[in-house]
C-alpha cells in the first residue's frame, strides 16, 4: 500500500514546472517551484516543520505545550498543521485589519486567534507586540517560534528547497530567484545553492518598490508576505546577489497573468517574483536555467488581484491589455 503516515510527511518534495506563456521571447529556460502543493499551501510549511522539530530537541517546546507567533497568514498554517499532527496547542496574534477568512482558516485547524487593535501604537500593551509577548510570559510551557529570528528558518531551506532544486535540475540551475519577506527563503535556499555549486548560481531576491531590501524606508505597498520595514536576522546579505524591486502593478498583472496562461491560481508575491525572474532571463541564453520560487496559492486574494473592483481602484488595470467580455459595457 502507498500512503503517507501524516500530513508531516508531505510537506516539500514540491514540483518545478516549466513556464511556456509570460516567457514568449525569451531563450532561458525558467522553471517555478510550486509551494502551493505543501499541505498547508505554502512554503512556510517548511519552516514550520523545522522550526518545531528543532525546539522539541532544544526542549524549549515540551509535550503538551504551546506555540504562540504574531502571524494571520501562511506560517500560522504551517504552524496549526504540524502543531496539530504532533499535540501542542496554538495561539495566534493577529492585528483587526486581517480578514476573517484568515482567522477562519487558523480557527478551522484547531488554533486559538487572538484579535488585537491595529490603531495603537507598538508601546502601547494591547498592541498586537505586546500581546503576544504577555501571552509566551503567562501561558506556562509557551514557545515563541518567531520566524523572522529563528536560525531553522533559514535552515530548513538550506535543507529541502536548496537540495531539491539541485536535484530536480540535475545541477544545471543557474539563477535562484525569490521574493524576500524574512529572508528565510533566499537564504537558506541561497547558501545551499551557492555552496554545492562553488558559487556559480546567482541568486537574486525580488522586493516591492520601497521595502528596505531594494533601498527603500519601507513605505506601504500592497503585495502580502514579501518586502520589510526592518532587516531581519533571518535574512543573510551576503547570500544575494542582486535585488529587483517590483511595483505592486506589475506583480499584481503578472500575477493574473500566471493564472490566465499557465493555470497557476498564485498569490502576489509569485506574480512579482515572476517578474523579477523575467528581467534576470531577459539576456540569458538557451543554456540558462532560471528557478524561480512561488510561495503560495492564490485562493486567499480571490476578494483583491482577482477581483476587477479592487484592482482598478488603485489603478492596476490600466495597460494590462484587458479585452472586452460579455457584462462589460462598452
Ligand atoms: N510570499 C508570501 C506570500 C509569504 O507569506 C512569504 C513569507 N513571509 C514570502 C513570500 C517570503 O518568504 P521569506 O519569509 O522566506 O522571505
Redesign the pocket.
Known sequence: MRYHDSMISLVGNTPLLRLNSVTKGLRATVLAKVEYFNPGG???DR?ALRMIEAAEESGALQPGGTIVEPTS???GVGLAIVAQQKGYKCVFVCPDKVSTDKINVLRAYGAEVVVCPTAVDPEHPDSYYNVSDRLVREIPGAWKPD?YSNPN?PRS?YETTGPELWEQTEGRITHFV?????????SGTGRYLKEVSGGKVRVVGADPEGSVYSGGSGRPYLV???GEDFWPT??DPKVTDEIVAVSDKDSFQMTRRLAKEEGLLV????GMAVVGALKVAEGLGPDDVVVVLL??SGRGYLSKIFNDEWMADYGFLEDAGHSASVGDVL
Do not use: L, M, R
Open positions: 505554502s512554503v512556510k519552516i497568514g501562511n506560517t520566524q528558518n531551506h525569490a521574493g524576500v519577506g524574512t529572508g528565510g527563503t533566499i502580502e508576505g514579501v533571518a535574512y498569490g502576489g508575491s509569485c510561495p503560495d
